[in-house]
C-alpha cells in the first residue's frame, strides 16, 4: 500500500489559484462548494487527488499540490515559481539595505557628521553604493543560474530546459539569458564550487564609531537544481550513489526541483522513485509528475511545492491550468486505488517486480 504520512490530510478552502493541500491544526470541515481554483470551482476530485498527491510526499513536510494538463506546464509552474521566489528574496535584501542607506542620509542632513571611505563626499558615496546594489540584484534578473547534472534530460537539459527556463523568467522581467550549469555526477562536490562562483555582492553599509564601514553580503545566483532519473523504471539508480549521498547530505540551502516525469508513480515500488534512494529525506522543494501517474492516456501532470516556502498563489503565467478532464481524473484516482490495493511487502517477498 502506499505510504501515508502523517501530515496535511484534511483540506483548506482559502488557498489562491487553485493549489490543494491539508490542514494538521484543526479537524474542520470543508464545504467543497467554497472551495476555489482561482477563477473556477474544484470538483472535489480534484481536491482529492491533489491532497492524495501530497499525503505520500516523504519527509514530514506539507505540499501544496498545482494540476496541471502536462507535465510538461507542471516543470513550467515549477520554474516559474522558484524564479520568482529566488528574485522575491533578493529584492527583499536589497530593499533592507536601501533601508539602511536611508538611515545614514537621516542622520546626515540631523547634522551628524560621518567618515566614508576613501574620504569621499557622502552623497557620491552612498550613490555609488546604491548604484552598486542594484547592479547586483539586476546580475540575477540577466543572469539568473540553474543547476543540474551532465546527461539529465536525455542529455538535452542545455537545450529544453533552458528555453523553457528562458520562457519562465522572461515573462517575469523581460528577456534573460539563463545559465544553465551542468554538474559531472562522477563529482558532485563542483555543486558547492558552482554555488560559489555564481553569487552576486551586495554592498551593507554600517556605523562604527562614527565610521562608515561596508560589509560584504554574498548572495546566490540559483534558483534552482534540477533532478531528474533519480531511478530507471527498474528500481535501478541512474546516478551514483556518491551523487545521491552528496546532495542529500549538503541539502541545506540548495532549492532542489525533482523531476519524476519519466519514472516514479510506482514503477519504483514506491509513489516517488526518490524514496528509494538517499534523497528519501531531503524534503525536496519542488516535483514535477507528469500523466504516467495516471496511465500514458491522461491528459494530467502535477507540480507539488513545499508549503513553507510561501504563497504558492503567485501569478502562473507559465501555466495553463488544469482543464480537469474527467477521463484523466477519474484514471489517476483509480490509480491510486489500485496503488493503495497492492500489498508490496507481500509481493517482493515473493520475489515479484515493483509495479
Known amino acids: 500500500m502506499l505510504t501515508q504520512y502523517p501530515h496535511r490530510n484534511l483540506l483548506s478552502d482559502d488557498l489562491p489559484g487553485g493549489w490543494t493541500t491539508g490542514d494538521d491544526t484543526a479537524n474542520r470541515s470543508v464545504d467543497l462548494d467554497r472551495f476555489q481554483q482561482g477563477r473556477r470551482s474544484l470538483r472535489s476530485e480534484v481536491v482529492d487527488l491533489g491532497v ?5 510526499v516523504p519527509g514530514g513536510l506539507a505540499y501544496r499540490c498545482r494540476l496541471t ?9 515549477v520554474l516559474d515559481l522558484a524564479y520568482r521566489k529566488r528574485l522575491a528574496e533578493l529584492r527583499a535584501v536589497h530593499e533592507r539595505i536601501r533601508e539602511s542607506v536611508s538611515a545614514l542620509w537621516l542622520q546626515a542632513a540631523a547634522g551628524d557628521e560621518f567618515l566614508v571611505p576613501g574620504g569621499r563626499n557622502l552623497p557620491a558615496f552612498l550613490d555609488d553604493l546604491e548604484q552598486r546594489n542594484l547592479g547586483a540584484l539586476e546580475s540575477f534578473e540577466r543572469h539568473p543560474v540553474a543547476l543540474g547534472f551532465e546527461g539529465a534530460f536525455g542529455g538535452r537539459m542545455s537545450i529544453s530546459l533552458e528555453s523553457r527556463l528562458s520562457r519562465c523568467c522572461e515573462a517575469v522581467d ?11 555526477p ?10 560559489e562562483v555564481h553569487q552576486c555582492h551586495f554592498l551593507v553599509p554600517r556605523l562604527d564609531k562614527g565610521r562608515i564601514e561596508v560589509d560584504v553580503r554574498r548572495e546566490s545566483l540559483v534558483f534552482a537544481f534540477v533532478l531528474d532519473g ?16 552528496w546532495l542529500a547530505a549538503h541539502r541545506e540551502g540548495l532549492p ?14 514506491e509513489l516517488y522513485a526518490f524514496e528509494r534512494t538517499p534523497l528519501r529525506e531531503s524534503r525536496p522543494d519542488y516535483i514535477v509528475l507528469n500523466k504516467l501517474f495516471a496511465g500514458w492516456g491522461a491528459k494530467i501532470g502535477a507540480a507539488l511545492v513545499r508549503d513553507d516556502l510561501g504563497d504558492p498563489g503567485l501569478d502562473d503565467s507559465c501555466a495553463s491550468g488544469f482543464g480537469e478532464d474527467e477521463f484523466s481524473l477519474e484514471v489517476a484516482l483509480a490509480v491510486f ?19
Open 52 to 56: 492524495r498527491l501530497s499525503a505520500t
Open 69 to 77: 494538463d502536462t507535465g510538461f506546464e507542471a516543470m513550467d509552474v
Open 174 to 184: 523581460g528577456p534573460s539569458d539563463v545559465r544553465t550549469v551542468l554538474v559531472d
Open 186 to 195: 562522477m563529482h558532485p562536490q563542483r555543486i558547492a564550487q558552482a554555488l
Open 230 to 245: 533519480v531511478q530507471d523504471r527498474d528500481g535501478a539508480d541512474l546516478l551514483p550513489a556518491s551523487a545521491l549521498d
Open 256 to 269: 532542489l526541483v525533482i523531476e519524476e516525469n519519466l519514472i516514479g508513480c510506482g514503477r519504483a515500488g
Open 337 to 355: 486505488d489500485a496503488l493503495d490495493s497492492i500489498d508490496r511487502t507481500e509481493l517482493e517477498k515473493r520475489g515479484g517486480a515493483p509495479v
